[in-house]
T-cell receptor, first 113, second 113 residues
Framework: AQSVTQLGSHVSVSEGALVLLRCNYS??????LFWYVQYPNQGLQLLLK??????LVKGINGFEAEFKKSETSFHLTKPSAHMSDAAEYFC???????????FGAGTRLFVKA | IAGITQAPTSQILAAGRRMTLRCTQD?????MYWYRQDLGLGLRLIHY???????GKGEVPDGYSVSRANTDDFPLTLASAVPSQTSVYFC????????????FGNGTRLTVT
């Protein structure tokens, strides 16, 4: 069975500071990992996905994530937070065929001026 | 603009009533999904469809039914709504291949009184 754990339901950073959102996964097969972002009153949008071609994955809006198999982690980072980054972020894992994608509980990012 | 259309955007429903949430996609994706989003729980899969004519149960299928008569439409029916079904419902689609991401609609906010 697959599962995802996001550490911290809320993260607050100052504008310009490093953003780090943590995600650990559990999967009995090679995982397909994703990060999505949700802005208020909208559906989720894909930020980035792990494709096994490279352990460091770059996404939209300056975000990136590093796949660490030994730590079963896929943490999301951004060097410098912007006010527009305030949103909820979801880590997700899916199995072969992409079916039954499982989501973490989400981390709400607050960015202070 | 290609994407997923959900209707209605919001609904207040009396307990015991029947309700169908509509979802249409124009991307010709094979797979479609229904998730519910509840505070602190992230997104939980209700039902999914790998291709037209087939459906499957997700994590929380009780009280819900779906059908997939064609590629584009994937309605979700609550036969007899209960207050615990108060939630935000998201329809999503994907190509259904390994590591294909989900594309989401903007959601339906349902309140069962």
């Amino acid at each position: 069975a697959q599962s995802v754990t996001q550490l911290g339901s809320h993260v607050s950073v100052s504008e310009g500071a490093l953003v780090l959102l943590r995600c650990n996964y559990s999967s009995s097969v090679p995982p397909y990992l994703f990060w999505y972002v949700q802005y208020p009153n909208q559906g989720l949008q894909l930020l980035l996905k792990y494709t096994s071609a490279a352990t460091l994955v770059k996404g939209i809006n300056g975000f990136e994530a590093e796949f660490k198999k030994s730590e079963t982690s896929f943490h999301l980072t951004k060097p410098s937070a912007h006010m527009s980054d305030a949103a909820e972020y979801f880590c997700a894992v899916s199995g072969p065929g992409g079916f039954k994608t499982i989501f973490g509980a989400g981390t709400r990012l607050f960015v202070k001026a | 603009i290609a994407g997923i259309t959900q209707a209605p955007t919001s609904q207040i429903l009396a307990a015991g009533r029947r309700m169908t949430l509509r979802c249409t996609q124009d991307m010709r994706h094979n797979a479609m999904y229904w998730y519910r989003q509840d505070l602190g729980l992230g997104l939980r899969l209700i039902h999914y469809s790998n291709t037209a004519g087939t459906t499957g149960k997700g994590e929380v299928p009780d009280g819900y039914s779906v059908s997939r008569a064609n590629t584009d439409d994937f309605p979700l029916t609550l036969a007899s709504a209960v207050p615990s079904q108060t939630s935000v419902y998201f329809c999503a689609s994907s190509e259904g291949t390994n590591n294909s991401p989900l594309h989401f609609g903007n959601g339906t906010r349902l309140t069962v009184t």
